[in-house]
């Protein structure tokens, strides 16, 4: 590319940079200025075509279309390119012993039903009985009781509730923790799925050959007074999908060894399963200050 070319190039950027001096938010200033040097920047390393410029608008056009209040494509895209992991590790700074953040996915519901300690979330929902433990602490290793605990997960057929055509809620709830921090309920034992792949978001991982696979887990979001909130999942030991989650959500350490437990092992709680198997698995969460 000759100099003249060049000079032609940058003083665009230069202009269009320049067009948002006058926001009158500094933070909106940074985030536009900085978000049209990188815009331009892969533009002119890559000598984007026009032809790829329509379709990337079509692209993100058709993103559009398909979302609405059930399904999130936008979401779904931020996960593939891994930036919303990226935003999420940025802004979950590592603090001593806290647990990691990963990312919430489309599939959070405000309004989960409310379910007792020992409760059941399942709701119906088809999939093996697993009782899940644990505690919530602060970084001091002090109890955290009345913290809130939002659970939910995909069912044995790896669908959301919200993904079924009817009003059904199940596999979702949320509950509280004791006096001395303890939480326990009954879910299902989660199972690899894809995410929704029959959209744009889809299109664009098969052509690139990627595969749309999300490794089994189990969604948790923990609030409690004075210490940051805690979106997270927890991921199923031995799983071959730990390695290549579609939205790069495994930490090693959110990953939990699921016991199965066969027939006639008696439930922690004394539910009766017959002639059932069931799985159990303990996670206990550290909650990092607020500030």
């Avoid at 806290?98 to 996915?105: D, L, Q």
């Avoid at 990627?210 to 490794?215: D, H, I, L, N, Q």
Wanted: hydrophobic content about 40%; charged content about 25%.
């Amino acid at each position: 590319m000759n100099a003249e070319q060049q000079d032609r190039e940058q003083r665009l950027v230069e202009r269009v940079v320049a067009s948002f001096d006058n926001a009158p938010d500094e933070r909106l200033k940074e985030l536009t200025q900085a978000l049209t040097r990188h815009l331009h920047a892969f533009i002119r390393e890559v000598r984007l075509t026009e032809s790829e410029w329509r379709q990337a608008i079509d692209f993100l056009t058709a993103t559009g279309h398909i979302t609405d209040d059930r399904r999130q494509e936008f979401i779904l895209l931020s996960d593939v390119f891994g930036a919303s992991m990226q935003t999420i590790t940025i802004n979950n700074e590592a603090y001593r012993d806290a647990t990691e953040a990963t990312v919430v996915g489309p599939f959070f519901v405000e309004g989960s039903p409310a379910i007792p300690l020992g409760g059941d979330i399942a709701g119906g929902a088809p999939g093996q009985p697993c009782w899940v433990e644990g505690t919530v602490t602060d970084t001091e290793g002090e109890p955290v009781p009345h913290a809130r605990i939002e659970v939910w997960e995909a069912d044995d057929d790896g669908f959301y509730d919200v993904q079924y055509t009817e009003d059904r809620i199940a596999a979702r709830g949320h509950l509280f923790t004791a006096a001395d921090g303890s939480y326990r309920f009954w879910a299902i034992v989660p199972t690899p799925y894809p995410i929704p792949h029959d959209g744009p978001v889809g299109s664009m991982l098969d052509a690139v050959g990627r595969s749309p696979m999300r490794a089994a887990h189990l969604h948790f979001m923990v609030e409690a007074a004075g210490l940051r909130t805690l979106t997270t999942h927890i991921f199923v030991r031995g799983d071959d999908l730990l390695d290549r989650d579609s939205v790069f959500g495994v930490r090693d350490s959110l990953v939990k060894e699921f016991q199965p437990q066969p027939p006639g092992t008696p439930a922690p709680d004394g539910r009766d399963l017959g002639d059932r198997p069931w799985s159990r698995v303990r996670f206990d969460i550290v909650l990092a200050p607020a500030s």
